[in-house]
Antibody
């Protein structure tokens, strides 16, 4: 049974960093590209980037270059997304998405002073 | 980067109505297009891949068509459980983008 579980909600101050985890079980997660997608309150879906199955290669959307780091731990079937220099506009639900496979449940990150 | 124009941004229809959503790509994407459904408070779920292929378990009232730059998503008979937001998702090799979304409500 496919299951993708993300870490819990976070509240951060402007300028801080947040690291969101996404752990899989039930299928060969380590063979898939995993995308990170975010959704601000009441807004659409925004692609942030993707990490390769090996974890050796990442591609970030231009908007996030220099602020987002994606990593992968194959031993635990987990991927991580760290976003730095947070600002209020980064308040959103962040999803790990091994498109076209089922997504994680989402992690709400709130940036507030 | 591929840009996707999705319309309408919202619609309200009655149960049993036929609902159509369109997406237009900024460049030829062949048949590299998925459709997602996002129910309120939930993660997006893949309904259709490669323009017209229904994901396992997806009701047959959902369908997709098109190629190149123009694509259509149809719900043949709208049901109450279909409320939510629908997104087209073209993909260009590894990078992906999303259409702006269409919010579907019951009249």
């Amino acid at each position: 049974q496919v299951q993708l579980v993300q870490s819990g909600a976070e509240v951060k101050k402007p300028g801080a960093s947040v690291k969101v985890s996404c752990k899989a079980s039930g299928y060969t997660f380590n063979t898939y590209y995993v995308h990170w997608v975010r959704q601000a309150p009441g807004q659409g879906l925004e692609w942030m980037g993707v990490i390769s199955p090996s974890g050796d290669s990442t591609i970030n959307a231009k908007k996030f270059q220099g602020r987002v780091t994606m990593t992968r731990d194959k031993s635990t079937s987990a991927v991580y997304m760290e976003l730095s220099s947070l600002r209020s506009e980064d308040t959103a639900v962040y999803y790990c998405a091994p498109i076209p496979y089922p997504w994680g449940q989402g992690t709400l990150v709130t940036v507030s002073s | 980067d591929i840009q996707m124009t999705q319309s309408p941004s919202s619609l309200s229809a009655s149960v049993g109505d036929r609902v159509t959503i369109t997406c237009q790509a900024s460049q030829d994407i062949r048949r590299d297009l998925n459709w997602f459904q996002q129910r309120p408070g939930k993660a997006p779920k893949l309904l259709i891949y490669d323009v017209s292929n229904l994901e396992t378990g997806v009701p047959s009232r959902f369908s997709g068509s098109g190629s190149g730059t123009d694509f259509t998503f149809t719900i043949s008979s709208l049901q109450p459980e279909d409320i939510g937001t629908y997104y087209c998702q073209p993909y260009d090799d590894i990078e992906v983008t999303f259409g702006g979304g269409t919010k579907v409500e019951i009249k």
